[in-house]
């Protein structure tokens, strides 16, 4: 094989071989550049790892082409592998092993079937395999695990943050033909699911020893609390719907000058009734201030009337124990038995009964009726809390009927149960606004205490 000064003027000077050709460089040992019948060219360095000794044989690295790097540049490269090698590296090991290293894809996988599936619930388990479809595989899952860097997960945490809507997924049915699919809560979760799964694969050393974690310090967007709670005249509408959905039914929403408008029944004809058990399970929401899937996967085995109790075995916080006022009692007694399930699916009865999967399409009519478009039926726990907060009820006590773990999570109700300190204030205002002049009626604080006021 030539060996050659490697300069700009020689390379350019070489000329396309009948077969492959490497020229080394008379000035570093091991470091030439390979040239190829079809045109195109390489920088290489050629090495015997280890010990060295004709025994041992030779490894060959690319480090790029001509179009890229300059002789210079790929010469100061060759040195700096060539100083690592006689140190004990093998960058053509190193690079094997990198491209034999797993993928996120691969990470995620591992991480869903032996962490995820057996130590998380079902329902959190289906929403991490939802994010990491729709989100994080699209983006990152043929990108090497080790290679992801905190830079890449913040390009990845804003691009999701900043996606609005998306055509729905084929076969889907009963869904808006565009639907929102990013949005800065969602990026938040995807960006949780990567650092629990970056985390536990570090953890097991399934990525190279010293990896740090690429998702860890990258900022969260700031997510607002969404505080909705029904009002004493929105409940009653509320109630009012739900008497109307069990009984006469409620009204269809149509579009009067749309394509078959003319086919459409007489408008007192346009009505539908919805069954005992969805509606009473609107009920129980409000009533118990329970979870969503609380009601709909209770069992009867789990009502205990004597005790008026609900035993759950699992919810989101564990096992629980909600207790039941007398009118969700009441409800409850007034229900016929139909199968498992206290609220009864298309289903029950059967040898393969299920659970009522959602109570959307009464909701939205419900709500529709009500005039309470865009409230979610989360929204009647918090408005279950609302009640008891207002009633003066302790936030250790409201904690303990909605099942909550930590006490951080009933302190969004604290500032609605300050009416006891607001009649303070005031007396206490109208008593300094007397003395200003400001109309206000003196009453004397110790009068208030002995109870001699009206």
């Known amino acids: 094989m030539p060996v050659i ?21 008379e000035g570093l040992k ?6 190829r019948p079809s045109g195109s060219r390489s920088w290489i360095i050629e090495y015997r790892p280890g010990s060295g000794g004709r025994g041992t044989a030779k490894k060959r690295v690319v480090l790029g082409n001509p179009e890229t790097l300059t002789p210079e540049q790929a010469r100061d490269m060759a040195k700096d592998m060539l100083a690592k090698v006689r140190l004990g590296a093998d960058p053509a090991a190193d690079r094997a092993e990198a491209r034999a290293a797993d993928t996120v894809a691969e990470i995620a996988g591992e991480w869903l079937s032996r962490h995820v599936g057996p130590k998380r619930k079902a329902a959190t388990a289906k929403q991490y395999r939802a994010v990491l479809d729709t989100h994080i595989l699209p983006a990152i899952g043929t990108r090497k695990a080790a290679t992801l860097t905190r830079n890449d997960i913040a390009k990845l945490h804003s691009a999701i943050a900043c996606k609005k809507t998306g055509a729905k997924k084929p076969g889907a049915r009963r869904t808006a033909a565009q639907k929102t699919r990013g949005g800065p809560v969602i990026a938040n979760r995807a960006l949780a699911v990567l650092k629990a799964m970056f985390s536990w694969a570090i953890g097991l050393g399934l990525l190279p020893e010293g990896t740090s974690n690429p998702a860890t310090a990258v900022e969260a967007f700031k997510e ?14 509320l109630g009012d719907a739900l008497r109307l959905a069990e009984t006469d039914g409620l009204p269809w929403q149509v579009q009067e000058d749309g394509p078959g408008a003319k086919y459409l029944p007489a408008p007192e004809k346009r009505r539908v009734s919805f069954d005992v058990h969805s509606v009473a399970a609107i009920r129980l929401l409000l009533l118990t201030g329970a979870r969503v899937r609380e009601i709909l996967d209770l069992e009867w085995q789990h009502v205990d009337f004597a005790r008026g109790i609900l035993r759950l075995p699992d919810s989101k916080t564990g096992a629980k124990v909600i ?24 289903s029950a009865g059967t040898p393969n009964e299920k659970p009522r999967a959602d109570l959307k399409r ?52 604290a500032h609605l ?6 009649r303070a204030a005031d007396l206490i205002g109208a008593e300094i606004g007397a003395a200003l002049g400001l109309g206000a009626e003196v009453v004397a604080i110790d009068t208030v205490r002995k109870g001699k006021t009206a």
Request: aromatic share 6%; charged share 20%; with cysteine.
């Open 5 to 25: 000064k490697i300069a700009r003027r020689t390379v350019a000077a070489i000329q396309t071989p009948k077969k492959p050709v490497v020229y080394y460089d």
């Open 30 to 35: 091991g470091f030439g550049l390979i040239v």
């Open 224 to 237: 607002k609390g969404r505080e909705r709670f029904l009002s004493s005249g929105e409940m009653q509408l």
């Open 323 to 346: 207790v039941l006022g007398a009118t969700a009692l009441s409800v409850l007694e007034g229900l016929p038995r139909v199968g498992r399930y206290v609220i009864a699916s298309s």
């Open 362 to 413: 009464l909701w939205r009519a419900v709500c529709r009726a009500a005039g309470i478009e865009g409230t979610r039926p989360h929204d009647l726990r918090h408005s279950n809390a609302a009640i008891g907060a207002g009633a003066g009820l302790s936030l250790h006590q409201i904690g303990g009927l909605l099942g909550h773990s930590q006490t951080s999570t009933t302190k969004r109700y």
């Open 417 to 422: 149960a300050a009416d006891p300190q607001r």
